[in-house]
């Protein structure tokens, strides 16, 4: 039904997100761009400082819509992956740093590939080379700049994430 005032371009957005979200309530991710939340903080996932060198810290912070919290996700080949609007950069460890407990995810020109998997109402990412590693919210923070780090998958709200399509 079409609504009086409504253009048909916003209609048909609306109908996009509609399809997306619906999608996404079955565990299913749909390629796009996203903003990811941390359901514990409900704070954003944002490549700090727009910074666009390889090893450039991932972290939490204030909701501000900045194209530096907005996520294009894509299939790929295992799983996703996941790259920075604004920097271009992708979600992954940075070069010479070992996968274990407390490594920051970073920002960094080549991808890792990710699992993301439906938990409740919330969503995993775990690494598709090392599903024991899930991305987690250091400390369970709750300021601007806490750390996005890889941790042992463990199930808890630390590694609940929130997807919501631009």
Same mark, same amino acid.
């Given at each position: 039904m079409r609504v009086l005032n409504q253009s048909p371009y916003a209609l048909h957005r609306a109908t996009i997100k509609d399809f997306v979200q619906e999608a996404l309530e079955q565990g299913v991710v749909p390629p796009g761009v996203y903003w990811i939340r941390s359901a514990l903080s409900r704070m954003a996932v944002d490549m700090q400082g727009f910074g666009t060198d390889p090893g450039t810290p991932v972290i939490n912070y204030e909701v501000n819509q900045a194209e530096n919290q907005k996520?294009?996700?894509?299939?790929?080949?295992?799983? %996703?992956?996941?790259?920075?609007?604004? !920097?271009? !950069?992708?979600?992954?460890l940075a070069d010479g740093v070992e996968l274990?407990?407390? *490594?920051?995810?970073?920002?960094?020109?080549?991808p890792a590939e990710w699992n993301i998997f439906r938990e409740g109402p %919330?969503? !995993?990412?775990?690494? *598709?080379?090392?599903?024991?590693?899930?991305?987690d919210l250091k400390a369970?923070?709750?300021?601007?700049?806490?750390?996005?780090?890889?941790?042992n998958y463990?199930?808890?709200? !630390?590694?609940?994430?929130?997807?919501a399509p631009v």
């Open positions: 996520w294009i996700i894509q299939a790929a080949a295992n799983g %996703y992956i996941i790259r920075n609007l604004a !920097t271009d !950069t992708y979600l992954s274990a407990p407390f *490594a920051p995810v970073t920002g960094n020109p080549q %919330y969503f !995993t990412f775990r690494l *598709a080379s090392n599903e024991n590693f899930a991305m369970a923070g709750f300021n601007n700049n806490n750390p996005i780090i890889f941790y463990h199930k808890g709200v !630390t590694q609940q994430w929130i997807l």
